[in-house]
């Protein structure tokens, strides 16, 4: 088993920046795939980035390619999302998720290629 605790959510002004943090416990070996997703209120979880248990291999929802940057410290058990430049429609509960597969083209965006999931926290952007 695998807990996720997220951390480094808050408000923001738009432009600003926020780092979050998702601390691993328990069987970390386990893990393979790491990513975060968000969800907004009345819309579904989407996909925003994802990284290869070694770090070499990541991928970003279009629409924040450029300003996060997902990265992630395996001696800490730890990933992170580097946000910049953010913007009111970042604005969401984001959720950190880790799972057993290997990532490839076909599954890094599915929420079903993980196994284990953070009780999530708030980033809101104000305009």
């Known amino acids: 088993q695998v807990q996720l605790v997220e951390s480094g959510g808050g408000l923001v002004q738009a432009g600003g920046s926020l780092r979050l943090s998702c601390a691993a416990s328990?069987?970390?070996?386990?893990?393979?795939?790491a990513g975060w997703f968000r969800q907004a209120p009345g819309k579904e979880r989407e996909f925003v980035a994802a990284?290869?248990?070694?770090?070499?291999?990541?991928y970003y929802q279009d629409s924040v390619k450029g300003r996060f940057t997902i990265s992630r410290d395996n001696a800490k058990n730890t990933v992170y999302l580097q946000m910049n430049s953010l913007k009111p429609e970042d604005t969401a509960v984001y959720y950190c998720?880790?799972?057993?597969?290997?990532?490839?083209?076909?599954?890094?965006?599915?929420?079903?290629?993980?196994?284990?999931w953070g009780q999530g926290t708030q980033v809101t952007v104000s305009s």
């Open positions: 998720a880790a799972g057993t597969k290997f990532l490839s083209n076909s599954n890094y965006y599915q929420t079903r290629s993980y196994d284990y």
């Open positions: 328990g069987r970390t070996f386990s893990f393979n795939a």
């Open positions: 990284i290869s248990r070694g770090g070499t291999i990541t």
